[in-house]
């Protein structure tokens, strides 16, 4: 009976236990073992695996974060932690290992599959920017999350002819901020790709307010120029037809239920990952792409243009007039 071990690395997302939960089953029903290990890399430093079975994962798709914990490990950076937890993994006849999370999660299963070990990364992170695939397991709950706050935001600006910044995450990416400033007719997006400038902004404040638009809404990505309240208060010190306000939503976009998207993304993808090994493949990334899950060697692996972003700077500047 082979046995093989899956763990959440780096930062949770919303369907991490979705993609747990169908990798366990996917695993059982070949007749295999499967353990979980706690925290992340921690728990393969710290030694601390758990066998899974099918009801240890029960009830668990809905929920968001991740049992097993999740978080960085700053000493795997280490080749000998890596090589420890490589030794444990085969000392407990572990052969495969299954890896949820994001870029930096993926340079880790590629230095332990250099140590021999067998390993999938599936990609987990809501800020969608890992190479290769064109979504990410939590992006759309993320984006779900951003927009209920901006929609509810909106009314209390439109109220008081504020102008509000909201701050979303996504790390060196936009595209937690492009999407849910486009599906919340947003005035104003910017992201680390596209930087503006000061008079850019105060231009389309101007031009807004003269249309006599009671509110303005500009969606930050957390790597753009300037964050939250830095911009707030060039606004505010400069002057145009809005009072700014700003709020940074932060780690409110990696919790709670995950959407049915996530939901499905992460159960095919879970099973994929299972798949994979079951396929001799290691050091590889299950990825969507063409409304499809596929999986890809790390090495092989390009920039995949989402089809949701074609055309965006019409689609913006048409959902705004």
Excluded at 143 to 154: C, G, P, S, V, Y
Aim: proline fraction near 4%.
């Amino acid at each position: 009976m082979r046995s093989i071990a899956i763990l959440g690395s780096g930062g949770d997302s919303p369907g991490m236990n979705a993609c747990l939960r169908a990798a366990t089953r996917a695993a059982i029903s070949r007749g295999w073992r499967i353990f979980g290990a706690y925290g992340g890399y921690q728990g393969l430093v710290d030694r601390k695996l758990v066998e899974l079975n099918s009801r240890s994962v029960s009830r668990i798709i809905s929920r968001g974060g991740c049992i097993l914990g999740a978080g960085r490990c700053d000493s795997f950076l280490q080749h000998e932690v890596r090589a420890a937890a490589a030794a444990y993994l085969k000392e407990k006849g572990i052969d495969g290992l299954i890896v949820m999370g994001g870029d930096g999660s993926l340079r880790g299963a590629t230095e332990l599959h250099r140590l021999s070990l067998q390993v999938v990364t599936v990609p987990g992170t809501i800020d969608n920017d890992m190479v290769g695939t064109e979504i990410t397991i939590g992006a759309d709950t993320a984006i779900n999350t951003a927009m209920e706050a901006i929609d509810r935001l909106r009314d209390t600006a439109e109220a008081h002819h504020r102008a509000m910044i909201v701050e979303v995450m996504g790390r060196r990416s936009g595209y937690l901020a492009v999407m849910s400033g486009l599906s919340t007719g947003a005035e104003m997006i910017i992201t680390p790709e596209r930087p503006v400038e000061l008079h850019d902004i105060f231009n389309e404040m101007r031009t807004d307010g003269d249309r006599g638009k009671r509110h303005f809404i500009i969606v930050l990505a957390e790597g753009a120029r300037w964050r939250a309240p830095e911009l707030t208060q060039l606004i505010n010190d400069a002057p145009n037809p809005y009072e700014a306000r700003y709020t940074v939503l932060g780690y409110i976009q990696r919790g709670g239920s995950p959407s049915r998207f996530d939901r499905i993304l992460a159960t095919r993808m879970g099973v994929a990952a299972v798949d994979a090994l079951a396929e001799g493949k290691s050091d590889a990334l299950v990825c969507w792409r063409h409304n499809r899950v596929e999986v890809h060697p790390t090495e092989s692996l390009q920039p995949q243009p989402s089809p949701w972003t074609e055309n965006l700077d019409r689609v913006h500047r048409i959902s705004t007039t």
